[in-house]
Nanobody, 124 residues
């Protein structure tokens, strides 16, 4: 069974950094994509960044370009989200998810399996 285990969330001041990790297991197919999504209080869940395991192609939301970096270590079945220059508006629950679909690069909510979420809070 597919399992995604997240870690790395916490409380930081504006301008600080965090690195989120998503350890994945139980995948059926070789080609897949991992996405990071976030949901702030009272807001809908949105795609932050997504990456393909097969060729390393990436997607970033405009709001995080230049500040966040997604990367993968396929040997460890782990995907990371390095978050720098954090802003209060980055405060949200962050989720990782996996999809095997060909539209992964859209980084939308039609991913197949989801992690439990980890809280990121950025103070001003």
């Amino acid at each position: 069974e597919v399992q995604l285990v997240e870690s790395g969330g916490g409380l930081v001041q504006a301008g600080g950094s965090l690195r989120l990790s998503c350890a994945a297991s139980g995948f059926t197919f070789d080609n897949y994509a991992i996405g990071w999504f976030r949901q702030a209080p009272g807001m809908e869940r949105d795609g932050v960044s997504c990456i393909s395991s097969s060729d390393g192609r990436t997607y970033y939301a405009d709001s995080v370009k230049g500040r966040f970096t997604i990367s993968s270590d396929n040997a460890k079945n782990t995907v990371y989200l390095q978050m720098n220059s954090l802003k209060p508006e980055d405060t949200a629950v962050y989720y990782c998810a996996v999809t095997y679909g060909s539209t992964w690069y859209l980084c939308l909510l039609n991913y197949d399996n989801w992690g439990q979420g980890t809280q990121v809070t950025v103070s001003s």
